[in-house]
């Protein structure tokens, strides 16, 4: 609970285990706990400041490949959070002037806020390397791990006559 009284700084260190943060599979599997560091401080009269890091080790699937990888990642965690319920739902026009997040039972709920950071830190296209060749679009090899003999079927586009193009 975030109490309006108190201007007490308070730190919370721990493990949270993937299973408990309900996290989509096909996104993202968390094979160990995350370990969660955050500092909850007051920001003002109104606001506290919730700040801290995640460090976990995500199983992803390659977009390009299709194969398993793991990484290590490094999540940050900066935060504002106001007790009570949001003034701009009472309006018709909604404005938002701080990102904040405001909570009308005044209870943060620390398990929730990591599962928000970590599907926030998801890669968009989870990729196994920068230099990852994906797979054969013929034969469907991995040419990561084997060289195929397909031929290149790729149609001329548009811009194709500009390979032809001569600059000086």
């Not at 106001?82 to 909604?94: E, F, I, M, R, T």
């Amino acid at each position: 609970p975030l109490d309006p009284k108190s201007y007490r700084e308070r730190h919370f260190s721990g493990h949270i285990s993937g299973s408990q943060l309900s996290l989509p599979p096909e996104e993202m599997v968390l094979p160990d706990p995350v370990a969660v560091e955050i500092t909850v401080s007051r920001a003002n009269n109104d606001q506290w400041r919730v700040s801290g890091t995640l460090v976990y080790r995500g199983q992803y699937v390659c977009s390009r490949c299709l194969e398993s990888f793991d990484r290590e990642q490094n999540g940050h965690i900066d935060r504002l959070f106001c007790v009570g319920s949001d003034p701009a739902l009472n309006h018709k026009v909604q404005s938002l002037e701080d990102e904040q997040t405001f909570l009308p039972s005044g209870e943060l709920a620390i398990q929730d806020l990591v599962r928000e950071e970590l599907l926030l830190d998801l890669p968009m296209i989870p990729v196994c390397s920068d230099d990852c060749c994906g797979l054969c679009p013929q034969c469907g090899c991995n040419r990561n791990q084997e060289r195929c003999h397909c031929e290149d079927n790729t149609r001329e586009g548009p811009f194709s006559r500009l390979k032809e193009l001569k600059l000086s």
